[in-house]
């Protein structure tokens, strides 16, 4: 289970359920036992961020969308993207903001948070009630506040500290492979999930050590 795949994925969340976890929105998320809030961070593909969406859907799973307004992979205005992000939002997924700054983050960034969640807005035709952080680690201090500039921090401390935090950030498990941690087996404690599209999309077998031939492939491609 430690393996990246497609399987993998699906294993993964249908576990959740067998725990009897319920997956939540951040609007509703409490501290209380069996609650998951399963968040994807789109830092490279949309392509694969549609796969996992269509995963999630059959699975009857809502889960988080972040995508990124523009950077060096895609630009969220192609048409094709477009695309990809009204049918993500069809099959009732919520879609966020990714918010990439290249300094620390403070609130002389408020116009170019604002600009980018009024185009991310303007492409949804609704509002966008929710943000994450692009590379949180280069910040000297994450911004944890649960509310920035009106909206839901995915950093926020209710989502972040209060409760557990797992991640695959750089296709690695930053905290422990969630169905070997104990606090959830036994516990049935509340989290936020992180697991990002690029690692999960593909059928084929990859280790926490070869996740890097993913991204070499893809950066060959491309989109």
């Known amino acids: 289970m430690n393996n990246f795949n497609q399987e993998n994925y699906i294993k993964i969340l249908k576990k959740f359920k067998k725990l009897k976890y319920d997956f939540v929105d951040y609007s509703n998320f409490k501290k209380k036992r069996n609650q998951?809030?399963?968040?994807?961070?789109?830092?490279?593909?949309?392509?694969?961020?549609?796969?996992?969406?269509?995963i999630d859907y059959k699975l009857k799973i809502k889960s988080y969308f972040f995508f990124l307004i523009k950077n060096k992979y895609y630009n969220i205005r192609e048409e094709k993207n477009l695309k990809t992000l009204s049918e993500i939002k069809k099959l009732g997924h919520e879609i966020g903001l990714h918010f990439n700054n290249s300094s620390n983050f403070d609130y002389k960034n408020k116009k170019k948070f604002h600009k980018e969640i009024k185009i991310l807005e303007k492409i949804l035709g609704k509002k966008v009630n929710v943000f994450s952080f692009h590379k949180p680690g280069k910040y000297i201090k994450i911004p944890t506040k649960n509310t920035i500039f009106y909206k839901t921090n995915a950093y926020g401390k209710k989502y972040f500290k209060d409760c557990l935090y797992i991640s695959d950030s750089t296709g690695r498990w930053r905290y422990g492979h969630p169905l070997e941690n104990m606090?959830?087996?036994?516990?049935?404690?509340?989290?936020?999930?992180?697991?990002h599209p690029i690692w999960w999309h593909t059928h084929r077998i990859y280790r926490e050590d070869q996740t890097y031939k993913i991204l070499l492939n893809f950066k060959k491609n491309y989109e």
């Open 36 to 54: 998951i809030i399963l968040r994807h961070d789109i830092d490279y593909s949309p392509s694969a961020a549609l796969k996992i969406a269509k």
């Open 183 to 195: 606090k959830i087996i036994k516990k049935k404690k509340s989290l936020q999930l992180l697991m």
